[in-house]
């Protein structure tokens, strides 16, 4: 359920987290769910089918992200730019951007793009899942983008493995030595609440990653989704 309270803004439940108003109804479940995966697939693979001019950086006009999607879906004839707004300031990812009426995503990218996303304050460790039978050969040709346009780094092992799991059930974690790399010029970027973005990293970075403790991915796990 998505709403908005008229002092605290924008939330997913059914009252306000911080005051408890029943708040204004937005939009239900299936219908957030719904216009996530249109908006992830026009800003992150397909702005084309909907008559959409993206730039470089992978800005989409908002006036224009909206009627496109209006005029291409029926079902989203109500769509107004708060909407808009509502998904991008209560998704838990934070995986789009909004700002001086243009919308992005900031990562998960097929097409080639220019992101210009921070650099600063990048973790000294970073994480990446893979499969048992793929870690091995990582380690020794380094990471480089498979599907995405972009390697895609985790912040912490827990999020490297809830991503993983998205391909295999017990996924094997990388440890990228972040501060070595990017002190020696390897540039990594902020994209998400957990994810990163590099073009590739050398393999004198990577490692196996040590274990943290069973209880922390458990839980990390049965409360969050994929980092994608």
């Known amino acids: 359920m998505l709403k908005e309270c008229r002092t605290h803004g924008y939330f997913r439940a059914e009252e306000c987290p911080v005051c408890g108003e029943e708040g204004r109804f937005l939009m239900n479940d299936e219908e957030i769910d719904s216009l996530g995966r249109t908006m992830a697939g026009i800003l ?5 089918r909907y008559s959409l001019t993206m730039d470089e950086h992978g800005w989409v006009n908002l006036d224009d992200f909206v009627n496109g999607i209006r005029n291409k879906q029926r079902r989203f004839r109500w769509l107004k730019q708060h909407h808009i707004f509502a998904m991008v300031d209560t998704d838990p990812k934070k995986r789009y951007q909004v700002r001086e009426g243009n919308i992005r995503a900031t990562y998960a990218h097929s097409i080639e793009l220019k992101l210009d996303l921070p650099t600063r ?8 899942p893979t499969t048992p039978e793929e870690a091995p050969l990582l380690l020794e040709t380094g990471l480089r983008p498979a599907d995405r346009k972009m390697v895609h780094l985790s912040k912490t092992y827990e999020a490297a493995v809830i991503a993983g799991k998205v391909r295999v059930t017990e996924p094997k974690i990388l440890q990228i030595d972040a501060k070595k790399a990017v002190a020696e010029g390897v540039l990594i970027q902020k994209a998400g609440t957990t994810v990163y973005l590099a073009e590739e990293v050398p393999p004198q970075y990577l490692a196996f ?4 403790p069973p209880e922390a991915v458990s839980e990390t ?6 980092t994608a």
């Open 44 to 48: 992150r693979h397909f702005p084309d």
């Open 121 to 128: 304050d990048i973790p000294d460790v970073l994480y990446y």
């Open 209 to 212: 990653a040590d274990l943290p």
């Open 221 to 226: 796990d049965s409360t969050s989704g994929p």
